[in-house]
């Protein structure tokens, strides 16, 4: 089985431009859950998506953002970027069945964002 | 707030021998647990679930443990090899859905 895929792997952007970045989580995964990751503030969270609605909300700006499709694959947008934005992107997948959330997590190998 | 700490932030050992990774967390109603490993540059690793209703889990050389009471666990790895060689994540589930908290890591270095 796949594991989860991230695209595109690495994105160079300047200030005030916009990013989107994409998540595909393993077959038959209906979670996704998207984590920011620098050297100064380890890995935090941004959000989580469970069939199309989004679960779980972590403490970043508006200008983050994420979406959940059908096929539950997932983006996230980045808008205004900042120089601080300059992180590594990953995005976690997990089963979920029935709304259950004791499961392990598998995560994708990431997005290196670098803004200029 | 949930927060995760674990201690120590690095650490160096010759290769063969056993050692202990320790995570804390100050909120005791989680979950689960999950232990990460962390290559250089790249994604999570999942190592090891612990529920909360469990005392530990193990897989191979690893064996991790749960004393949700005391907001404790800890990572053994037994006959340490170069390959361990990685950062290692604990993370805390602690409400309802997948939203982690992780602490900072330690940076294992296993030297042949």
């Known amino acids: 089985k796949a594991g989860v895929t991230q695209t595109p792997r690495y994105l160079i952007k300047t200030r005030g431009q916009q990013v989107t970045l994409s998540c595909s989580p393993i077959s038959g995964h209906r979670s996704v859950s998207w984590y920011q990751q620098t050297p100064g503030q380890g890995l935090q969270f941004l959000f989580e998506?469970?069939?199309?609605?989004?679960?779980n909300k972590g403490n970043f700006p508006g200008r983050f953002s994420g979406r959940q499709f059908s096929n539950s694959r997932s983006e996230m947008n980045v808008s205004t970027l900042e120089l601080g934005d300059s992180a590594l992107y990953l995005c976690?997948?997990?089963?979920?069945?029935?709304?259950?959330?004791?499961?392990?997590?598998?995560f994708g190998p990431g997005t290196r964002l670098l803004v200029l | 707030k949930q927060e995760v700490t674990q201690i120590p932030a690095a650490l160096s050992v010759p290769e063969g021998e056993n050692l202990v990774l320790n995570c804390s967390f100050t909120d005791s109603a989680i979950y689960n647990l999950q232990w990460f490993r962390q290559d250089p540059g790249k994604g999570l690793t999942s190592l090891l679930l612990i529920q909360s209703s469990q005392r530990e889990q193990t897989s191979g050389r690893l064996n991790a443990s749960l004393d949700k009471s005391s907001g404790r666990s800890t990572l053994y790895i037994a006959a340490s090899q170069p390959g361990d060689s990685a950062t290692y994540l604990c993370?805390?589930?602690?409400?309802?859905?997948?939203?982690?908290?992780f602490g900072g890591g330690t940076r294992l270095m296993v030297k042949p």
């Open positions: 976690a997948s997990s089963f979920s069945s029935g709304g259950a959330w004791q499961e392990t997590q598998y």
């Open positions: 993370a805390v589930n602690d409400n309802a859905g997948n939203m982690l908290t």
């Open positions: 998506y469970f069939s199309e609605t989004q679960r």
